[in-house]
């Protein structure tokens, strides 16, 4: 449980990394611009942090499950190595479900260049752009019903 709670000390890192050091940058230096590969950093640490959160969450969940439900049989059910690879997995998982979306959104030429937010979102690029975004709106359908 604790290596659970450590991935989410982690993970608040990353989140908080996204768009502070950013929003501090535009408040000091009152630029409010960012480059593209700097807005796709940011949707990725961004969304990454999302499905992070709620992936550990829900080992974390199982972890609870096993020691409430099963409390004789949690050691030899929770072992240090299914620990591991649960917190490999939750990474992994992670790292694969932004990548799909940052690959599918970086594919697109933008016709325009002002984003009106305070951080960079997928669906504020993808009003950027100059072509048919159907497939990314498809993709986005279904990552959210999963």
């Given at each position: ?64 499950y096993v020691a ?51 951080y960079c979102s ?25």
């Open positions: 449980m604790y290596l659970f709670l450590c991935n989410l000390c982690f993970n608040g890192i990353i989140g908080s990394s996204a768009f502070y050091p950013k929003i501090l940058f535009d408040i000091l230096l009152d630029t409010h611009v960012i480059t593209y590969n700097g807005c796709l950093t940011q949707i990725f640490l961004t969304v990454f942090y999302i499905y992070f959160e709620c992936t550990n969450l829900t080992v974390m969940a199982y972890d609870r409430i439900c099963k409390p004789l049989h949690y050691h030899s059910i929770m072992t240090i190595r299914k620990v591991w690879t649960l917190i490999f997995l939750t990474l992994l998982l992670s790292c694969l479900e932004c990548s799909i979306g940052l690959v599918l959104l970086a594919r697109l030429p933008l016709c325009g260049v002002d984003i009106d937010k305070l997928n669906w504020a690029v993808l009003k950027l752009s100059c072509v048919d975004t159907i497939l990314n709106n498809n993709y986005s359908i279904i990552e959210s019903d999963l």
